[in-house]
């Protein structure tokens, strides 16, 4: 009954702003699927859904000097704008030779140079879909190390998709039971997590870069 009650209070208050989007840019991708139906389930649960696309966030390689000369690509800026205006994001990601797409880590590390660093202390939940048996798995352990080199909080769970072309109904659910139900939990739990953070703040409000053996302020930032 006290977890009823507690979860009861925090529907109460604010809802949780959650970013989601699917980080391929084609038009009849499967994580883009997979991203359509979690952003259906976190609407259920009670979260509020900034759904985006991955070409508002696309931008041109990094380049020091651009960045320097305050020439900041319009992607990074929305990138940022949007981070800033939500609790957490839900992404999810194809499997590009066992690693993660370019796109997304050029993106990210664009959005690390601003000022306060706008990856800390949000949390994220990790998705993806493949044809393969793994589900794009690999995917998603490399892009957990720069999201949580830079304070983000990835959700442990992680969903991987394995031979999704063929998991899918005509409506767009999960044409497996267990599957689906996996999939609505790890969702579910997550916005648990993000609301508990939300309306009850722990004390991590530094992020710390540390590059060498011995402090030098131009081998490491605080913030």
Known sequence: MTQDNDLQKFRTQEPVKLLIFSVSLRKDSLNTQLIKLAAGIA???????????MRDFDCPSYDGDAEHANEIPQGALEFQKRLLANDAFIISS???????????????????????????????????????????????????????YLG????????????AH????????LNNAVLAKRFDDTIAAFIQLVE??????CMKKAWV?????????TMERVE
């Not at 998991?167 to 659910?173: L, R, V």
């Open 43 to 53: 609407e259920r649960h009670g979260g509020k859904v900034d759904y985006a696309n």
């Open 94 to 148: 194809p499997e590009y030779n066992s690693s993660m797409p370019g796109l997304i880590k050029n993106s990210i590390d664009w959005v690390s140079r601003f000022r306060p660093q706008p990856f800390n202390e949000k949390h994220g939940l990790l998705l993806s879909a493949s044809p393969s048996m793994a589900g794009g798995n690999k995917s998603l352990w490399q892009l957990r190390v720069p999201f949580e």
């Open 152 to 163: 983000a909080r990835i959700f442990p769970d992680m969903f991987s998709l394995a031979t």
């Open 166 to 173: 063929q998991a899918f109904n005509p409506d767009g659910t």
């Open 196 to 201: 508990a953070a939300k309306h009850y703040p």
């Open 209 to 217: 870069e540390f590059l060498g053996e011995k402090p030098d302020p």
